[in-house]
């Protein structure tokens, strides 16, 4: 008789467990069940074998998915989460045909971000930091990747970064997007700087047309390389500039936005292993093109979706409408969509072997949908299908609340 495998959590009733252990079908297995131990997946497998293989703790919770479909947490890979302020009106007034400039010229746009950044207290942007963690938990995100960046002086933006790791279940990578790097308080003393900063994993750059050129991200990632971090990279979004290759030439993590990205350039990032992450709110947001995300899979560069949410240019954390965009607008087929946003997103954050799917060894994030089958996503649009969320096993949401009430 083989012994059974402790669990302290079991999902049962799952109609379909979409695993996404491989990308044909997403992995999705008819009557899947798994059980975790401590916040890690221990076993998958049908639910008929489930108890002679599991053994659960008294005190164990058991998910019963009523029949739903359960999928992975999303893994949303790009967003500008922390910041203070409101910019509602400008949305109006950019329809109404105001130019950005002309936004910026009155005081709007991006400086109105920094200078509500600045001027709020780290505990006003830590409540409004986890306000919005509950919402993009309450819509599927169980892993969420936040930069700084309206911060801009060392301040502010180590303000940002004490924000970003606010208490809350969401699982998070920090990455720093400081307009200066090394700042000049700390000059002769980078290693008194690596001590403030260091509890970020990435450091990006917007190296773009109107921000960044290529020359100037290249110094910033030669000195957050000799630092130690990981590399990220807005690129090609507003114009071609050579970001793409720059990020292949880097061995960046990933390469985001990617909309004016080119053949050459997909090659490049293929090769060189670059994750490229598209942003489909932002292109439906601006009304600009979308990146060619159809010809990155096709090329078989690895392709993540991600949000953006940010209040300028993608006021939307929640990742089935990207899904939904990703589909009508990039011709991703829902399955490949799917991938993109639970597989895709954990490798633009060097996460693949923690989450991203249901398999032993992974962290037991799920989610379960108000709804058989996973094809729901995309074609029931606009609305959201999420009906509960498990992150790290033991700490459950149900419609949007946290902590308490598991799914039922
Ligand atoms: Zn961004």
Request: proline share 3%; hydrophobic share 45%.
């Amino acid at each position: 008789m083989s012994e059974k495998i402790a669990a302290d959590l079991v999902l049962r009733g799952a109609g379909e467990l979409v695993t996404m252990s491989r990308r044909e079908e997403c992995g999705a297995v008819p009557r899947g069940a798994l059980a975790a131990k401590n916040g890690t997946i221990v076993w998958v497998g049908l639910e008929e074998g489930l108890e002679g293989a599991v053994a659960v703790a008294d005190d164990g919770v058991v998910v019963d998915a009523g029949g739903a479909c359960v999928l992975p947490g999303f893994v949303d890979a790009h967003t500008h989460a922390v910041f203070a302020g409101e910019r509602a009106h400008e949305y109006a007034a950019r329809l109404g045909g105001m130019s950005y400039a002309e936004i910026l010229a009155g005081g709007g746009g991006i400086n109105a971000t920094v200078r509500a950044t600045r001027e709020a207290p780290l505990e006003e942007l830590e409540r409004l930091t986890r306000a919005r963690l509950d919402s993009f938990l309450a819509h599927g995100t169980t892993t969420v990747e936040v930069k700084t960046g309206y911060g801009l002086s060392l301040e502010a933006e180590r303000k940002q970064l004490a924000a970003a790791r606010a208490d809350h279940p969401v699982r998070r990578a920090l990455t720093l997007m400081p307009a200066h790097f090394v700042p000049p308080e700390f000059a002769g003393r980078p290693d008194d700087y690596v001590k403030h900063v260091c509890e970020a994993d990435f450091v990006d750059v917007f190296c773009d047309e109107g921000a960044f050129t290529v020359e100037q991200t290249r110094r910033v990632f030669e000195a957050a390389r000799a630092l130690g971090f990981r590399l990220k990279v807005h690129a090609e979004e507003l114009a071609h500039t050579g970001g793409a290759r720059l990020a292949a030439e880097y061995g960046c993590v990933s390469a985001d936005h990617l909309i004016y990205a080119d053949g050459d350039d997909l090659a490049a990032l293929r090769a060189a292993g670059v994750v490229a992450v598209a942003l489909p709110g932002t292109s439906y947001t601006l009304h600009t093109d979308y990146a060619p995300a159809r010809a990155f899979l096709d090329d078989g560069v690895t392709l993540a979706l991600a949000t953006d949410f940010n209040p300028g240019t993608c006021y939307c954390e929640n990742m089935q409408a990207v899904i939904s965009l990703a589909c009508q607008e990039m011709r991703l087929t829902p399955d490949e969509a799917l991938y993109a946003a639970t597989m895709g997103g954990a490798a633009a954050l060097g996460l693949q072997n923690e989450v991203g799917s249901l398999e032993v060894g992974k962290s037991c994030d799920f989610i379960v949908l108000g709804a058989a089958s996973r094809h729901e996503l995309p074609y029931h649009f606009g609305v959201n299908l999420v009906e509960g969320a498990i992150v790290g096993g033991a700490k459950t949401v149900s419609g949007g609340d946290r902590a308490g009430e598991g799914p039922s």
